[in-house]
C-alpha cells in the first residue's frame, strides 16, 4: 500500500497540489445493485482493488475501467474523478478499495 501513497504523493505534486487529504474508501456493492454513484467533484479516488469482478465497469469524467476475473492490475492505481458510476450485472456482492485525496 506504501507504494500507492508514493504514487499519490507524486500525482498529487504534479497537479499542483502540495497539500492534500487521503483515506480508505470502501465501496460495497450488493448482489442485485447494478448502478452506484459516486460524488467526486474537487477529489479523486484510487482504485487499489487487486481485480474487479468480470461484468463491472467503472466510469468517471476521466476515465473507463472495465472489470475482469483477472487479478493482474498494475501497481500504478487507476484515478477517477467527477461524476464517477459503478455499474454491475446479476453478480455476487463484492467491494472495491479506493483511496479518496481531496486537495487542500
Known amino acids: 500500500m506504501s507504494e ?7 500525482r498529487m505534486k504534479e497537479l499542483g497540489n502540495t497539500n492534500f487529504h487521503a ?3 470502501e ?6 445493485e447494478t448502478l452506484k454513484q459516486i ?3 474537487n477529489e479523486y479516488l484510487y482504485l487499489v482493488s487487486d481485480s474487479v469482478p468480470n ?3 467503472i466510469h468517471s469524467d476521466t476515465f473507463i475501467l ?6 493482474n492490475f498494475p501497481h500504478i492505481p487507476y484515478e477517477f474523478t467527477g461524476h464517477v458510476i459503478i455499474t454491475s450485472g446479476n ?3 463484492f467491494s472495491l478499495q479506493f483511496i479518496r485525496v481531496t486537495p487542500e
Not at 465501496?27 to 442485485?32: A, F, N, P, Q
Not at 472495465?66 to 487479478?71: C, H, V, Y
Open 91 to 93: 453478480i455476487p456482492d
Open 55 to 57: 461484468g463491472v465497469i
Open 23 to 25: 483515506e480508505a474508501l
Open 39 to 41: 460524488k467526486a467533484y
Open 66 to 71: 472495465k472489470g475482469s476475473s483477472i487479478s
Open 27 to 32: 465501496e460495497k456493492i450488493l448482489s442485485g
Open 4 to 10: 500507492h501513497f508514493e504514487y499519490i504523493k507524486s
